[in-house]
């Protein structure tokens, strides 16, 4: 077993993290971290449990720590969940130690030699671990993409093989995706806010990356365009996008590349069966019926029509966030990186 932290073990992403590393066949969680707020308590009185699943109850004597690399010693990584303001310093300090970190943070993720992975589309990229560890770094940072790239990252890995420059995309996003504290009821009930901050730019620039070519030295960016319009929607978990994508009169091939498309990762943990799966029904994806799909790892699909447009959801702080780190992790240690 492979002894694993948590950074910001309370927050919207945190406790997605502690659920489903709790069980986790080659993870075991010793230790949790977050505020000086919550610091010396037990994890069952720190974190005001606020999944839909029951509170894991292994865990909820372990006490939570403050967030630096000295309450880190004992694992070998760390996932953090951290504000990206905070994530920064510990996160380096961590590398430098010798501890893999996978971040969901922003901090890092457009260095160029840090990787910006999801796992299905650009595994590849992990290569650059071994540029972090050449310049003298024992362990390692590898960052998972902002949550609404990722849906459209896993919905654009089938596309790959047709020509396409362009790509428009409206998103509807879910309000856990702001955190616990981040939206009042009181500005998002009965209501729809038309600006998540850095929201669009993260969208625009991550994609590029993620699709784009390692050569082993850089990354050179995917050649079309993203253009993005990100909402804010009264939904708990799951980020919903309409997608415009220059593919000409090819509705038919487009659906079958949904339909058909399978990644080439081996069997691990977290993968779902299916990490893109094509809803052949006039109202789908809905956010409620479909974002636990794959264990909230599958990013669903539908309504696939000429232009190309297509529709797109998943669950923001599992196949978005949590997940897609402990996915990342799986590829890493398969990968002999750990
Ligand atoms: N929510 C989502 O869908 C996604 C979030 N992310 C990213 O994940 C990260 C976490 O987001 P989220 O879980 O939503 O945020 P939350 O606000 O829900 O949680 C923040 C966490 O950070 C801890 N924290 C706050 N201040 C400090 C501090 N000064 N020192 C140490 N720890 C601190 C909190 O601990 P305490 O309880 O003690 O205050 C809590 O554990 C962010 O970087 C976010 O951008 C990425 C993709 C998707
Ligand atoms: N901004 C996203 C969640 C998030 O925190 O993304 P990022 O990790 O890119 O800051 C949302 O509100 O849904």
Not at 52 to 60: A, L, M, R, S, Y
């Amino acid at each position: 077993m492979i002894s694993v932290g948590v950074l910001g073990a309370t927050g919207a992403v945190g406790q997605r993290f502690v659920q489903l590393l709790a069980g986790h066949p080659n993870f075991e969680l010793s230790v949790l971290t977050a505020s000086k707020r919550s610091a010396g308590k037990k994890y069952r009185d720190a974190a005001s449990w606020r999944l839909e699943v029951p509170f894991p109850e292994d865990v909820g004597d372990i006490i939570v720590s403050d967030t630096t690399v000295e309450s880190l010693k004992k694992v070998d990584l760390v996932f953090s969940a951290l504000p990206a303001d905070l994530a920064g310093e510990v996160e380096m300090q961590c590398a430098k130690a010798g501890i893999g970190v996978c971040s969901n943070a922003s901090t890092y993720r457009m260095e160029p030699d840090v990787p910006l992975v999801v796992p299905e589309v650009n595994a590849d990229h992990l290569g650059m671990i071994d540029l972090q560890r050449d310049k003298g770094t024992d362990g390692f940072i590898v960052t998972n993409p902002n949550c609404s790239t990722i849906m459209l990252t896993c919905s654009l890995a089938p596309l790959r093989t047709f020509s396409f420059s362009d790509i428009k995309v409206a998103t509807m996003q879910a309000i856990s995706g702001a955190g616990f504290e981040g939206i009042p009821g009181m500005a998002i009930f009965d209501n729809l806010i038309p600006y998540i901050g850095n929201e669009e730019e993260k969208m625009e620039r991550e994609t590029l990356k993620i699709m784009g070519t390692f050569d082993g030295a850089e990354v050179q960016n995917a050649p079309f365009s993203v253009s993005a319009c990100c909402n804010r929607v009264p939904v708990i978990d799951g980020h919903s996008m309409s997608v415009w994508i220059d593919i000409k009169d090819q509705v038919e091939k487009v659906e079958k590349a949904f339909r058909t498309w399978k990644s080439t990762l081996p069997d691990l943990p977290t993968l779902p069966e299916k990490s893109v799966d094509y809803i052949d029904l006039p109202d789908r994806p809905q956010p409620r019926l479909d974002r636990m799909k794959g264990k909230g790892m599958t990013v669903s699909i539908g309504r696939v029509r000429p232009g190309i447009r297509y529709q797109a959801m998943g669950h923001n702080t599992i196949r978005g966030a949590a997940g897609a780190s402990i996915l990342n992790a799986e590829v890493i240690c398969d990968r002999d990186y750990l």
